[in-house]
C-alpha cells in the first residue's frame, strides 16, 4: 500500500520560510518523480515543483522560481521544498504526488499517488 505523508505546513508571516517534507512507503521511490503541488480556497489545484526520478532535474512553476527548491533523499525516501521569502499568495494546501518514471510534468493526471495535503498559510 502507498502512502505519502506531507509535514511541515504551519502559519507563518510574509518572509518567513517554512520546509514542507513528504515521506514516501510502499513504493520504489528512486523510480518515481515527485511532485509538489497546491490548492489555493476557491481555486484550483496548481503544479508547484517537481524532481526527477532520474537524476535531480527539476521544474518550478513561474511564480515560485527563486524562492522554493525541491530536493530530494532516497535513502530516507523523502522529498522536501523548502520555501523561501513566502507570500500570502503561497497560501494553500500543498500535496505532494508521485509519478512512476515521470518527466516532470506539471499535470495532475500524470501522477500516481497522491498524499493528503499540508496546509500552508502566509500571513500579510
Known amino acids: 500500500q502507498v502512502q505519502l505523508v506531507e509535514s511541515g505546513g504551519g502559519l507563518v508571516q510574509a518572509g518567513a520560510s517554512l520546509r514542507l517534507s513528504c515521506a514516501a512507503s510502499g513504493l520504489t521511490f528512486s523510480s518515481y518523480t515527485m511532485g509538489w503541488f497546491r490548492q489555493a480556497p476557491g481555486k484550483e489545484r496548481e503544479f508547484v515543483a517537481a524532481?526527477?526520478?532520474?537524476?535531480?532535474?527539476?521544474r518550478y512553476r513561474n511564480s515560485v522560481k527563486g524562492r522554493f527548491t525541491i530536493s530530494r533523499d532516497n535513502a530516507k525516501n523523502t522529498v522536501y521544498l523548502q520555501m523561501n521569502s513566502l507570500k500570502p499568495e503561497d497560501t494553500a494546501v500543498y500535496y505532494c504526488?508521485?509519478?512512476?518514471w515521470g518527466t516532470g510534468s506539471p499535470r495532475e493526471y500524470e501522477y500516481d499517488y497522491w498524499g493528503q495535503g499540508t496546509q500552508v498559510t502566509v500571513s500579510s
Open positions: 524532481i526527477m526520478w532520474s537524476d535531480t532535474t527539476t
Open positions: 504526488a508521485a509519478d512512476n
